[in-house]
């Protein structure tokens, strides 16, 4: 809600689902964080797009 510079009660219930998809949009990807046990497993970076991470608790 913070980086929509707007309250929790506006994102989730005053603005529209697809709206709120445009400023995830706006959002740049991440990587997941590497630690030690990862570097063991040797899986390949994968960036996240915020609109895939969010659509996962969909």
Known sequence: ????RMSYIEVTQKR?????QLLNAAIPGS???K?????AKKEPEKKI??????AQFM
């Open 1 to 4: 809600m913070k980086y929509y």
């Open 16 to 20: 529209s689902y697809l709206t709120i």
């Open 31 to 33: 990587k997941p964080v």
């Open 35 to 39: 630690s030690d046990d990862d570097n």
């Open 49 to 54: 797009h915020a609109n895939e991470y969010f």
